[in-house]
């Protein structure tokens, strides 16, 4: 479906925010602080949106759609954060994270058949032709850098699973929010905030592994800001906290395309903006940190575009 022309600036935050977050996580350990990413990406994301869910009497304002409907898909939410997150200590690569994330298309639309969406024969055959991009290119990719796509340990097969579930899970929640927008009216910043900030106290349990995480950053050299800019220097922080701080500033721009796209566009038309913010990704990892375009890579490229 064709996306309106207020759902055009989401393209401009999702170019802006795509390099800025692969360059970020690119400085920041994902296997030694995801979590702690995740909970950074949660907070900030959730005091940001809280500003449009604050009445001038500094109250919450009423919401628009149930507080059980919002939890639900909070739960679901952090669920398939953590299913992520948690492959990364199966030996999952990067490649491999990207490569089958990039099934999403497919599963979205998969879940909205079993609800009784139908699709016609060119979306099919768009989604298929996109996902084959992507896996064509996430392999040139990987490649490029001279990486196996390949887990080297035996628990190649439960990171597998935990990722085929985290797709799964993910595809669910994208149909559940379009039918609650369809119930209840498109409230994407009603989502943004409650899908953040109900999702909070569920890390509560995880505080020690979070406090590891944060020790670890916090133990990083201190960023050497220029002598242009003595305020900044000041204040000598970690070079781990400071990467911290951008990629949560990087991830309030992607997060809120997400949402505000998923509000006037279908579930499968949200996925396959995804797929291409993911060649994007390609593209700049090839400018930023001097990889090769293979030939692959390229047709992906043409493919996709």
Excluded at 27 to 35: E, F, H, N, R, V
Excluded at 57 to 75: D, E, G, Q
Excluded at 261 to 267: P, T, W, Y
Aim: some cysteine; charged content about 10%.
């Amino acid at each position: 479906p064709e996306i309106p022309g207020e759902v055009e600036r989401d393209g401009w935050k999702r170019r802006i925010s795509a390099p800025g977050k692969l360059y970020t996580s690119r400085c920041l350990c994902l296997s030694s602080t995801g979590l702690l990413i995740t909970l950074a990406q949660f907070i900030f994301t959730a005091l940001a949106a809280s500003f449009s869910q604050i009445t001038p009497t500094l109250t919450l304002k009423s919401p628009s759609v149930p507080m059980s409907r919002w939890a639900y898909i909070a739960l679901m939410f952090f669920g398939v954060n953590m299913l992520n997150n948690w492959a990364f200590a199966f030996n999952i690569s990067v490649p491999v994270h990207i490569i089958l994330r990039s099934f999403g298309s497919v599963t979205t639309m998969l879940a909205g058949a079993l609800q009784g969406k139908r699709y016609t024969w060119l979306q099919v055959t768009s989604v298929i032709v996109l996902t084959v991009g992507v896996l064509v290119s996430a392999f040139a990719d990987a490649g490029s850098k001279g990486k196996s796509v390949e887990a080297s340990s035996g628990d190649l097969g439960s990171g597998l699973l935990i990722l085929l579930a985290a797709q799964i899970l993910s595809a669910y929640m994208g149909v559940y929010v379009q039918d609650t927008y369809a119930k209840y009216g498109s409230h994407w910043r009603e989502n943004l905030f409650y899908s953040h900030f109900l999702s909070l106290p569920l890390f509560f349990p995880l505080a020690g592994t979070l406090r590891r995480q944060y020790a670890n950053l916090a133990s990083t050299p201190i960023l050497d800001f220029p002598p242009s800019l003595p305020v900044l220097k000041s204040l000598e922080m970690p070079s781990g906290i400071a990467y911290l701080l951008l990629n949560s500033m990087t991830q309030l721009l992607c997060i809120t395309g997400v949402n505000l796209l998923s509000a006037q566009a279908s579930a499968v038309t949200v996925t396959i903006v995804l797929n291409v913010r993911k060649l994007v990704s390609f593209v700049a990892s090839t400018i930023m940190f001097g990889h090769s375009l293979s030939g692959p890579l390229l047709t992906a490229g043409y493919t996709q575009g």
